[in-house]
């Protein structure tokens, strides 16, 4: 009833005579509360409704992505996509730098060059181009565009089939970073979009308006950051290790009892219970319960083949 209180309650309560702390049982008095606890009711309806219809928004951007990123992990190869990402980002930046109908004289040269460089890791000597008779937008657009390719083909000739593992890797991961991100937005838009209503404009459709214009820009991003990833990556190869050397000194001056494990042949000044020197080849073929060929009258599991 604070919150939606009744005309003229206060003095209704005073008519009726009632003091502090008194048990309210009136008709009209419950009339009233009954008027104000559907108000309260309806109006926490519609805050779940709305926030449901958010989530709804948010959930339609999900499966996109969602099954986007499925379709990725069951490609072996992704070239293909990350290809078209790349061109789409040269076909931006040109865009960006070169306007509809303009001369070469209004090109921003210089802003091309370092986007070329930055996202693609080519060098485009843009304000040359321009300087060449008959030059237009579609020329300078093909020309980063082959070699920003060259730079790919590089890498697939020097590093082979690693090329496909990379890319699939750098795009999985691409997706996952810019979703979080995406969803801390969206969170914060839902908590001040309500705000909108002040100014007679539905909360609603002003979140699913900037809602698409984020996604938009996510997949601009996702773009950008694969293509940048791709055109300026190094990949570290590295041949095997090759397994230890062991020493056959090694062999001949040592005897780990199976029992205690300690060495009996190191230990002491003495020379007890040391072996002799024993050729490895000897052991070959030999059963483990079979004499040691060493003379000591033990098994080759409790003398020299107890660590072979």
């Not at 209704?12 to 108000?39: C, D, F, N, Y």
């Given at each position: 009833?604070?919150?939606?209180?009744?005309?003229?309650?206060?003095?209704?309560?005073?008519?009726?005579?009632?003091?502090?702390?008194?048990?309210?049982?009136?008709?009209?008095?419950?009339?009233?509360?009954?008027?104000?606890?559907?108000?309260?009711?309806?109006?926490?309806?519609?805050?779940?409704?709305?926030?449901?219809?958010?989530?709804?928004?948010?959930?339609?951007?999900?499966?996109?992505?969602?099954?986007?990123?499925?379709?990725?992990?069951?490609?072996?190869?992704?070239?293909?996509?990350?290809?078209?990402?790349?061109?789409?980002?040269?076909?931006?930046?040109?865009?960006?730098?070169?306007?509809?109908?303009?001369?070469?004289?209004?090109?921003?040269?210089?802003?091309?060059?370092?986007?070329?460089?930055?996202?693609?890791?080519?060098?485009?000597?843009?304000?040359?181009?321009?300087?060449?008779?008959?030059?237009?937008?579609?020329?300078?657009?093909?020309?980063?565009?082959?070699?920003?390719?060259?730079?790919?083909?590089?890498?697939?000739?020097?590093?082979?089939?690693?090329?496909?593992?990379?890319?699939?890797?750098?795009?999985?991961?691409?997706?996952?970073?810019?979703?979080?991100?995406?969803?801390?937005?969206?969170?914060?838009?839902?908590?001040?979009?309500?705000?909108?209503?002040?100014?007679?404009?539905?909360?609603?459709?002003?979140?699913?308006?900037?809602?698409?214009?984020?996604?938009?820009?996510?997949?601009?991003?996702?773009?950008?950051?694969?293509?940048?990833?791709?055109?300026?990556?190094?990949?570290?190869?590295?041949?095997?290790?090759?397994?230890?050397?062991?020493?056959p000194a090694l062999l001949a001056t040592t005897h780990i009892d199976p029992v205690t494990?300690?060495?009996?042949?190191?230990?002491?000044?003495?020379?007890?219970?040391?072996?002799?020197?024993?050729?490895?080849?000897?052991?070959?073929?030999?059963?483990?319960?079979?004499?040691?060929?060493?003379?000591?009258?033990?098994?080759?599991?409790?003398?020299?083949?107890?660590?072979?």
């Amino acid at each position: 009833m604070r919150i939606f209180p009744v005309d003229s309650m206060d003095s209704m309560l005073g008519k009726l005579g009632l003091e502090q702390g008194e048990s309210i049982t009136h008709p009209w008095v419950t009339k009233a509360i009954e008027r104000a606890q559907g108000k309260v009711e309806a109006r926490n309806f519609d805050i779940r409704k709305n926030i449901l219809k958010y989530d709804d928004v948010m959930n339609d951007q999900r499966k996109v992505i969602f099954e986007q990123r499925l379709e990725f992990m069951d490609e072996e190869d992704v070239s293909e996509t990350v290809a078209e990402m790349r061109h789409d980002v040269v076909d931006n930046i040109v865009s960006k730098a070169i306007p509809t109908r303009s001369y070469p004289e209004q090109w921003n040269t210089e802003q091309l060059e370092a986007a070329a460089k930055t996202y693609l890791n080519v060098t485009a000597p843009v304000g040359d181009w321009a300087k060449e008779e008959g030059i237009d937008a579609e020329t300078v657009e093909t020309r980063i565009r082959d070699a920003a390719d060259g730079v790919i083909a590089a890498k697939n000739e020097k590093y082979g089939q690693v090329m496909r593992q990379v890319e699939k890797s750098i795009l999985l991961q691409s997706i996952d970073g810019l979703w979080r991100e995406h969803l801390v937005m969206l969170d914060h838009l839902s908590k001040v979009v309500g705000w909108r209503g002040i100014a007679q404009r539905d909360p609603l459709n002003e979140y699913k308006q900037e809602a698409y214009e984020l996604f938009q820009a996510l997949l601009g991003n996702l773009r950008e950051l694969v293509t940048t990833q791709m055109g300026h990556i190094e990949i570290q190869m590295r041949p095997p290790e090759p397994p230890p050397a062991i020493d056959p000194a090694l062999l001949a001056t040592t005897h780990i009892d199976p029992v205690t494990g300690e060495n009996d042949a190191v230990g002491d000044d003495s020379d007890e219970g040391a072996l002799a020197p024993l050729d490895p080849k000897l052991l070959v073929g030999l059963s483990r319960n079979a004499p040691c060929p060493c003379g000591s009258g033990k098994k080759v599991k409790h003398c020299h083949g107890a660590f072979v």
